[in-house]
């Protein structure tokens, strides 16, 4: 069995999302889902995707090339809203037309039910956020949040914690993604803005570090036991010597955290995975199994193509250089056991 | 606390609350002269309290001058990690002589 965990599905033009906004917010100004400022040289997306449409709207299209041609069993579908909009009301409607997009065009006609997908909320308004969790969470197709890695502060604080306590009632892990480019964001290294795309894409994933290690000091894992966040863009190459670093500055300053009961990085497990990315690990294949080793990566990481992207990468070349029990844990194991995944009806398992 | 001159790396002798506890004087982390650490409390978790947190076992924690590690010296655990622990010894006290033993 195969687990894609991280695809984007795409809107075939931008004003398809107006169809899905309510009437008093559908002739506000909303930024193109294109409209980023560090664009990947050739297109943010396969070239081969590029048609008459946005790559990556077209449900059966998407289905022949994940199901058909990459063997996947399930996708999990992540998609983009805006980012950070200024007007967090109206952002907050944009992440509801979007689900209901998700659920009208993706996955209510998926009669395959290969599909699941992701109620996008917006972390700027938690208010709004916990109501769309609660208007959404019963849905069987719907299997986490997703919120963009651009916020205004780390997740870790307080004014965001109503969000996970409500996705982790409903047991709903939080998806964090790269998802902005619309002018309000913030920058995106811990220095300011890169000047070029490679500056940009080697660093943006990596604050994911920030949303995590605050979510262990803080004490929201420890508060909120059934707590779980992914993080898709990737990034986990650097988890091991942070993780070294928040593991010894707590063995010296315990005392100022006490919530924090146990070492950091034993919140792992129970806590945190990632979605895999073409750009994390070591060049050489011969060091993967040992590297993967590191920090428990092996039941941490889960296959994400992260299609349409141009980086998207196939199972095989996720897998590439892992023993078979690390190649199994990616590429199905550890998402079916987080999102409840099991293999399809018989016939189908490969 | 009174640091006695014996063995390797001398031994603090505390007093907390009115008995008696002996820990060595050497980091288990580094080695550092744990006894010349501050002696005093700790803190727990206290979420319904302004500060979120309560101090606790005053006297009883010393902290070590290099690192901070917190050590418990009635038992000689790490407070982090009780695995993490240093040598105790125990104290006798018999007609106003103090004994440790090794």
Known sequence: MIIDTNVQPHFRYNAEIRRHLPAAHKLR?????????????????????????????????????LFDDAKVDYA????????N??????????????????????LEPDSSNRFRGTIRVNPEDPKGAVAEIERLAAHPKLVQVGVPMQSREPYGKPMFEPIWEAAAAHRLPVAVHI??????????????????????????????????ATLIIEGVFGRHPDLRFVF???????????????????LSMRDQTPWVDRYPSDYLPAHVRFCSSAFDGPTDPGQMQRWMEFSGKA???????????????????????????????????????????????????R | MKLVDVGKFGVGVYNVGGSLHAIVNYCSHEGAPLCEGLIGGTNETAPDEPGGLRRV???QIVR??????????????????????????DVDVDDGKVYLTA
């Open chain 1, 179 to 212: 998802n902005g480019g619309n002018g309000v964001d913030y920058p995106p290294t811990f220095a300011g803005h890169a000047d070029t795309y490679p500056g940009y894409a080697a660093f943006m994933p990596l604050n994911y570090f920030v949303h995590m």
């Open chain 1, 76 to 83: 999990v579908l992540n998609p983009l809203t805006r980012g």
């Open chain 2, 64 to 89: 070590c001058p290099w690192h901070n590690w917190e050590f418990d010296v009635t038992t000689g655990q790490n407070l982090a990690d009780p695995k993490r622990r240093v040598r105790t010894y």
């Open chain 1, 299 to 349: 039941e941490l990481l889960m296959y994400g193509s992260g299609y349409p992207h141009w980086s998207t990468s196939l199972p095989e070349e996720a897998a590439g250089g892992l023993d078979s029990a690390q190649r199994d844990n990616v590429l199905w194991r550890n998402a079916g056991e987080l999102y409840g995944l099991a293999a399809p009806a018989e016939g189908s398992i």
């Open chain 1, 85 to 106: 909009i200024a007007d967090y009301l109206l952002n907050s409607r944009i992440c509801a037309a979007v689900n209901d997009w998700l659920l009208d065009r993706w």
């Open chain 1, 29 to 65: 100004s909303i930024p193109d889902v294109e409209q980023q400022w560090y664009q990947a040289p050739g297109g943010n997306y396969r070239q081969d995707l590029y048609g008459e449409h946005y790559p990556g709207s077209d449900p059966e299209t998407v289905a022949r090339h």
């Open chain 1, 232 to 250: 898709a863009d990737g990034g986990y190459d650097i988890l091991t010597p942070l993780m070294w670093r928040l593991d010894t500055f707590w």
């Open chain 2, 57 to 59: 076992k005053d006297g």
